[in-house]
């Protein structure tokens, strides 16, 4: 087996407003695929698959560039330019800016578009099956709650007491999105800090998880703070989650477990609703109702040698059917709030998103009175 170290990186990019905030028209899908297909050909990377979760596409490569490679921004750059043609001839509305995108090559210039990364370095492990799960109506702190049961939680991951690579625990990055920094934790010693962080999850998320015993990356997210950008705020609506499994790792279904139950997130319509994150099969990925509920697909992989052996659609079981019923159940329960809290989230988080415009425009109405005293 090939035990150079291998880069698994995935981009994600909001592509295209096809009726609505649903999908992405297979025009899109083909224009990007012969593009990976010339790139893989030049040997610039070894092997690519393209996933789709709602209007976000998953561009999911493995290459021997290094981590954080200009080499990845040099492929946005081209993947994100093939599709304005495209645009163009359909008549799409797209939420990339290509013609915005060519005037910058930073990270900063990827986020502002609304896209996101997240890489993951591969190496010395036999077996290498590596889950990635791709949401959508959701946002970076999405992933802090599976992500410690899945890390931290004996009774979804038993392997923590009897695998002697993982009883030792395991150390969580996190990042501050309000202020930009990040904090380290190391679990078990740690587990209520760590708790007490991101149990806030609009504030504090989970962006990777190490195994303590040797320091191997576990588990990475594209998780960054929002930027500004013309006077809107850029939020990742869109996370990706990537799991290592198998050999001193959690298991596959260790990972899944951790989805089982439809807990509540951030996102939904505008970003700025609360509600269920249904996990799904890939066919089922296109959320309407509402622009939602929240959608989370999982896709499996065998790593070998830099070759991408599935993908697998982890979530078309039915064992995972009475998640969805239960997550239908929720969004019908806090769609009935209409724009009420707790379907609309906090004001702080409401700050984000556009709406402040209009509330500005009638700040004037509130006047002093001895009633409110």
Known sequence: MDRENIILSVIKTDLSLYCGQTYIHPAFLDAVKEELIQTKEKSIIKDFHILRCGVNLELITTHKNGADS????????????????????????????????????????????????????????????????????????????????????????????????????????????????????????EIYGLLAFIGISERYAVCSVYRKIDGQISAAASTHKPIRSNGEVIENNAPVLVVRCQTGMPTVGEALEAFSFPYMVRGWMGGIHNGPLMPVPFYEASPSRFDGPPRLIAAGFQLAAGRLIGPHDMFDDPSFDETRKKANIAAEYLRRHGPFQPHRVSPKEVEKSNLPQAIIQLKGRFKKDDRAS
């Open 70 to 189: 200009d080499f990845i921004l040099e492929l946005a750059y081209k993947i994100f330019t093939t599709t304005i043609k495209t645009a163009e001839e359909l008549k799409i509305n797209t939420t990339t800016n290509g013609e915005n995108f060519l005037k910058g090559s930073s990270l900063d210039d990827l986020l502002k578009r609304g896209q996101g990364l997240t890489e993951i370095e591969c190496s010395g492990i036999k077996s290498e099956p590596i889950v990635i799960f791709m949401a959508d109506k959701t946002s970076s702190g999405a992933w802090n709650l599976p992500l410690f049961k899945i890390f931290t939680d004996p009774f979804n991951t038993p392997n923590l007491l009897f695998d002697d690579h993982m009883n030792k625990g395991f150390t969580f990055d996190v990042m501050d999105i309000k202020n930009g920094g990040i904090g380290s934790f190391k679990c078990p010693e």
